[in-house]
């Protein structure tokens, strides 16, 4: 079973429209991030919370909402679609090592947006 | 310039080649290394973590790290077609915890 869920996998919309990719985790992990990964730029950060009343924007975050609904769920919005917000998105969630220094991210499985 | 460089490939080579992959970085804050794996539609995943100068091991994969150069590299040694993935570097710094990642190289290992 999967630790990071992400829906949908598959989404193609039009100009305009607003989206949200949802993203749960059985993990138990306080932190939670969303990423867009475009070929050639690796991943970017769009938005994290390190807890649920905590949220912040990352180094691309125009363009793009989230909520941090519980521990477990945190969803990604596209308020008005643009074709340059075509990507593959990711969810990934993370807790402090042991050692309290470290910050090991997992992955979802992804979500494909495209904007038409 | 990015933070963190990584040459995008492709790389293609033989079954039972050594794989080298390499990212260099420019900020010293950057404290704690990993490489992440990712196969055709999937998310990264984790392959190797380390936060010292030098080499760690785990089976076919060895992580090395120089801090003094801003370089860490990943070895593969008898590379086998299931290694074929993106390999995406990543790295911590140790002032604020920001994570940031390399462009990722696409490496295909024929059989």
């Known amino acids: 079973d999967a630790d990071v869920t992400q829906t949908p996998r598959n989404r193609i919309t039009k100009t305009g429209k607003r989206i949200m990719l949802e993203c749960s985790q059985t993990?138990?992990?306080?932190?939670m991030y969303w990423y867009r990964q475009d070929p050639g730029l690796g991943l970017r950060l769009i938005y994290y919370?390190?807890?649920?009343?905590?949220?912040n924007k990352g180094e691309i975050s125009d363009g793009y909402s989230v909520s941090r609904q519980a521990q477990a769920k945190f969803s990604l919005s596209l308020e008005s679609a643009i074709p340059n917000q075509t990507a593959l998105y990711f969810c990934?969630?993370?807790?402090?090592?042991?050692?309290?220094?470290?910050?090991?991210?997992?992955f979802g499985p992804g979500t494909r947006l495209t904007v038409l | 310039q990015k933070e963190v460089e990584q040459d995008p490939g492709p790389l293609s080579v033989p079954e039972g080649a050594i794989v080298s992959l390499n990212c260099t970085y420019s900020?010293?804050?950057?404290?704690?290394f990993m490489w992440y794996r990712q196969y055709s539609r999937k998310g990264p995943e984790l392959l190797m973590y380390?936060?010292?100068?030098g080499n760690k091991e785990d089976g076919r994969f060895t992580a090395q790290v120089d801090k003094s150069s801003k370089y860490i590299s990943l070895f593969i040694r008898d590379s086998q077609p299931s290694d074929s993935a993106t390999y995406l570097c990543?790295?911590?710094?140790?002032?604020?915890?920001?994570?940031?990642f390399g462009a990722g190289t696409t490496v295909t290992v024929r059989a």
């Open positions: 919370s390190f807890d649920v009343k905590d949220i």
């Open positions: 990543a790295m911590i710094r140790s002032n604020d915890y920001k994570l940031s």
């Open positions: 993990k138990g992990h306080d932190r």
């Open positions: 990934a969630t993370s807790d402090l090592g042991t050692s309290g220094n470290t910050d090991t991210q997992y």
């Open positions: 380390t936060y010292s100068s």
């Open positions: 900020n010293s804050a950057f404290q704690y």
